[in-house]
């Protein structure tokens, strides 16, 4: 059985894009992978976290995972941070990385754009920790949005470049992207990706958003004067984002969608749009308030980095063994 990673920051609560893009396949995914899926919390201090909020976000993070359906019979899930084998391994590709490529990343060019000083070095070398992240499991597919494409290429000549210099231990991995929802869109915005750090609250729909709350967000949802449901990404990008929505939502093709919607207006479309979002997330929101305090979540956690540290320090045993370091001992 072939093995799938994937990790989500935990800073802040997960979008409907999120779970569109990414956990609502990973639910199918593991019916036919080994995965792991892990709440990568040493990737969110590259940039400063409250303390007590970075704990209170990947708690949450990891009930939302287990209520959106990941089974932990089939799942190792579990919070990077608690495997320490992920820096170890982060250093050593650190060290088989070049500064160049580094600073070529798009996401660091982004963010340091106003000038590096005062910008955390970690912008920079966390591609390696990713690249660790992945190559630790033998993963050979990552799924993935489209904006991650470039980080999932260095971790592919990391893995590549290692297993040349020293041996060939890495597999080098796949990347997979969505065909569908892989990237949706804001509610304001729709020629950018939905994205849970927007400062206008209404261009994203939290899942833990109440009905009221997903009601007033997609019937504020920016569309255009024609009143026309047309799925057409360039000229009408507000309408096919919320079409895209409500075609995963309710499992029905967007070709559909489009003659059921034939001479009617936006109203009735986009109430249709948040009732089935609502029907989406209200069965998630349940679950997750039941896990989010409770002992089961932890359970959960300490078995997933117990699962992971297993696997995860055989690689990094050979890794060092291929880089020279640490004791041979001599035989008595």
């Not at 109440?210 to 000229?235: F, L, M, P, Q, W």
């Not at 409500?246 to 093709?253: A, E, G």
């Not at 948040?274 to 929101?285: D, F, G, T, W």
Request: net charge negative; with cysteine; glycine share 6%.
């Amino acid at each position: 059985m072939k093995t799938i990673f994937s990790g989500i920051q935990p800073s802040g609560t997960l979008t409907l894009g999120n779970y569109l893009g990414a956990m609502k396949h990973f639910v199918d995914l593991q019916d036919d992978y080994h995965c792991y899926f892990c709440i990568v919390d040493e990737h969110a201090i590259t940039v400063p976290q409250d303390r007590l909020k970075l704990r209170e976000n990947t708690r949450s993070l990891a009930a939302l995972y287990l209520a959106s359906g990941i089974d932990v019979r089939k799942s190792t899930l579990f919070i990077q941070s608690e495997v320490p084998a992920h820096t170890q391994l982060g250093w050593m590709l650190q060290c088989v990385s070049y500064i160049g490529e580094l600073e070529r990343m798009t996401q660091f060019k982004d963010k340091s754009a106003g000038g590096k000083e005062g910008v955390s070095s970690g912008l920079l070398t966390y591609p390696p920790l990713m690249a660790s992240d992945i190559l630790l499991y033998k993963t050979d597919i990552v799924p993935v949005g489209d904006d991650q494409k470039q980080h999932l290429e260095l971790t592919r000549n990391l893995a590549q470049r290692f297993n040349n210099k020293y041996n060939d231990i890495f597999t080098v991995p796949e990347v997979r992207i969505a065909e569908t929802g892989s990237r949706i869109m804001s509610l304001q915005e729709p020629t950018k990706k939905m994205s849970k750090s927007d400062e206008n609250q209404k261009a994203y729909i939290s899942m833990l958003d109440d009905e009221k709350k997903i009601i007033k967000k997609v019937k504020s949802a920016v569309t255009d004067s024609e009143g026309i449901v047309k799925y057409d990404k360039e000229n009408k990008p507000g309408v096919s984002n919320l079409l895209t929505i409500y075609s995963i939502c309710s499992n029905t093709s967007i070709e559909e969608l489009e003659q059921q919607y034939e001479g009617k207006g936006y109203g009735e479309f986009k109430q249709d749009v948040a009732e089935s979002v609502v029907s989406v997330l209200k069965p998630i929101q349940e679950r997750y308030y039941e896990l989010i305090d409770s002992e089961e979540l932890d359970d959960v956690l300490d078995d997933g980095a117990d699962q992971a540290s297993f696997e995860a320090q055989k690689m990094v045993k050979k890794a060092k063994k291929a880089m020279g370091l640490g004791r041979v001992k001599k035989k008595k």
